[in-house]
């Protein structure tokens, strides 16, 4: 058995922040940029007892982008952090007794 799994995580807003901590005078705001991701999992049964299976998490190594900016903030300058968490596996051997 295969399965994709494609998720869309739509923009998420963070805390608003006063931006005193980093010497602005105006406020900004923080967000999650939208990503979407694709998740692949895949069985065998080797037999009526025992099946393998191995899963891979995020496998086009999509990054999650945190923008931070005001109203009068260019285009250019949203960006603040880029973070990257690269793919996850997972392989095993199921059974049942």
């Known amino acids: 058995m295969l399965s994709l799994k494609w998720n869309y995580r739509g923009r998420?807003?963070?805390?608003?922040?006063?931006?005193?901590?980093?010497?602005?005078?105006?406020?900004?705001?923080?967000?999650?940029?939208p990503r979407t991701f694709l998740d692949v999992n895949i069985e065998y049964q080797l037999s009526q007892r025992f099946t393998v299976f191995a899963?891979?998490?995020?496998?086009?190594?999509?990054?999650?982008?945190?923008?931070?900016?005001?109203?009068?903030?260019?285009?250019?300058?949203?960006?603040?952090?880029?973070?990257?968490?690269?793919?996850?596996y997972s392989i095993g051997l199921k059974g049942t007794f």
Do not use: C, H, M
């Open 12 to 33: 998420q807003r963070l805390a608003s922040q006063t931006g005193s901590q980093y010497g602005a005078t105006a406020g900004f705001l923080e967000y999650y940029a």
């Open 55 to 88: 899963n891979a998490r995020n496998i086009l190594n999509k990054e999650q982008t945190l923008e931070r900016y005001n109203d009068v903030s260019p285009d250019y300058s949203r960006v603040y952090r880029i973070e990257e968490f690269g793919v996850q």
